[in-house]
């Protein structure tokens, strides 16, 4: 059994590049891996930043609770769309579905329950500033996990790549919330909703991009 | 045509262990082995025997790029199939893009198990595939022509498997009415 017996193009092209090459690790592994950067910088900012003032008069399962939840919600996603991006490993489009509203239901509702249980604060000038603060802190945490994500995702054969861009994306800023959720000191509606949440939106929607953007190039540059 | 698939799978699997050992002789035992079936499956999108040929080849030009995304010892079949099914897609949807259509051609020659030979001769079976809408055929070509657990189907589309369960029962249901309606 040789070569010779394969159409010609499909023969050429495989006897350009026949090296030897390592499978990849295991969605759950290559998961670890994202979390493993996730944590150092998580843990950097925890280390060097200072819990918001009202986190004592807060219920714990609205503090670290909802932070624990979050930090799950967010490792879950990435996992998912390290799942998806293997060929013939795909999610069902419902979970991936639900996994998304999910993402921005718990945002949504953390929101609303830390508005309600946190005692007001009233932070100097109007919301735009501590706005656009949180989302550069959001999107500096969010960062490094995000393209470590990818940068795997993109290693692998992603079907559906702006799927699982979006998944990325949510899963990365989700994670990186659960540490703002701790820090920043504004618990009105508003602020936690456009800019904490749109930070999600955000990334969710770059994922989305990345993926259409490599899928275009990654499938139609033989056709 | 009785086919050990647990036997089948494990020289697929052992073929594509040797491929990414840089083996190419194991890359063309996998292309022999997979060539027809996944023909017939490249016909349900395009419905040209010319047409799936090229695809093959794509598909085989995806597989050999991705090839370190399979991981021993999961089944090969899924992980091609689901490769398969996009090249098809991409192709499709680029052809729509350019507006172009392809003649439909006489389905090649498979091999058709009992339960859907028994259903009526295998020209007519056939014919009546073939009218069925493309999600409703390519669930039941997966599983009833190709051996596909339901598991599989549901990676391989990115359905759940109860999903793909619901499509083959009602494809299969549809070509009993549709023989039915024809007095076969």
Not at chain 1, 57 to 62: D, I, S
Not at chain 1, 144 to 159: D, G
Not at chain 1, 165 to 172: E, H, I, N
Not at chain 2, 151 to 169: F, S
Request: net charge positive; with cysteine.
């Amino acid at each position: 059994m040789s070569l010779e017996s394969l159409p010609n193009g499909l023969r050429q092209a495989i006897e350009n590049d026949h090296q030897p090459v390592r499978p990849l690790h295991p969605a759950w592994m290559r998961t670890i891996f994202a979390v493993a950067i996730m944590a150092v910088v998580l843990a950097f900012v925890l280390a060097k930043a200072s819990l918001r003032p009202d986190i004592d008069q807060l219920p714990m399962w609205l503090s670290w609770g909802c932070s624990a939840l979050q930090l799950a919600l967010g490792i879950l996603l990435i996992g998912l769309a390290l799942r998806e991006s293997v060929p013939g490993e795909g999610i069902p489009r419902g979970a991936v579905r639900i996994a998304a509203l999910t993402a921005l239901a718990v945002q949504i509702l953390v929101g609303i329950a830390t508005s309600i249980f946190s005692p007001a604060i009233a932070m100097p000038g109007s919301g735009i500033a501590p706005g656009i603060g949180c989302l550069k802190h959001e999107t500096a945490m969010a960062l490094p996990t995000f393209a470590v994500t990818l940068w795997l995702v993109f290693r692998a054969l992603p079907l559906r790549a702006p799927t699982v861009g979006l998944l990325g994306g949510a899963g990365a800023t989700v994670a990186s919330d659960a540490l703002i959720h701790l820090l920043c000191p504004m618990s009105n509606l508003s602020h936690v909703l456009v800019w904490h949440t749109g930070a999600v939106i955000l990334f969710m929607a770059v994922g989305w991009t990345v993926g259409a953007t490599w899928q275009r190039r990654h499938f139609q540059r033989d056709s | 045509m009785a086919v050990d698939r647990r036997a089948e799978e494990q020289q697929l699997t052992a073929l594509m262990i040797d491929y990414q050992k840089g083996d190419m002789d194991a890359f063309t035992g996998l292309y022999d082995a997979l060539k027809r079936p996944l023909i017939r499956y490249l016909w349900t999108f395009v419905r040209n025997q010319t047409m799936a040929e090229d695809l093959l080849q794509e598909t085989f030009l995806q597989l050999h790029r991705a090839r370190q995304s399979y991981t021993p010892p999961r089944p090969v079949r899924p992980w091609i199939y689901a490769i398969t099914r996009h090249v098809a897609l991409m192709h499709l949807r680029s052809m729509r893009r350019r507006k172009e259509i392809l003649p439909d051609e006489d389905l090649p020659e498979v091999p058709v198990p009992p339960e859907v030979d028994q259903l009526a001769d295998r020209r007519t079976v056939q014919r009546l595939l073939a009218a069925l809408p493309r999600k409703a055929q390519e669930v039941l070509i997966l599983h009833h022509l190709l051996g596909m657990s339901f598991d599989e189907v549901g990676q391989i589309i990115g359905i759940a498997p109860g999903t793909a369960k619901v499509r083959a029962h009602r494809a299969l249901k549809k070509i009993r009415e549709n023989l039915v309606e024809e007095g076969a």
